[in-house]
């Protein structure tokens, strides 16, 4: 990335935008990225350690 130049300028701007590349690649704004990043994530590993096989019925709790 550094290569690219695509870097934050300094070093609060890196830690606010984060590492992932997609986010650079993509142009997608960090916070919309990580917000669904982890709500995917959050998803995917109740939803197996739960084992649920309806989401939208869990959903609404």
Request: aromatic letters at 14%; one cysteine or more; hydrophobic letters at 40%.
């Amino acid at each position: 990335m550094a290569g690219a130049d695509i870097l934050p300028n300094n070093y609060m701007g890196a830690c606010i935008a984060g590492g992932y590349p997609a986010i650079y690649h993509r142009g997608i704004v960090p916070t919309n990225f990580y917000t669904s990043y982890v709500q995917t994530s959050v998803e995917k590993d109740v939803t197996q350690l739960i084992n649920i096989r309806y989401m939208n019925v869990f959903e609404p709790f």
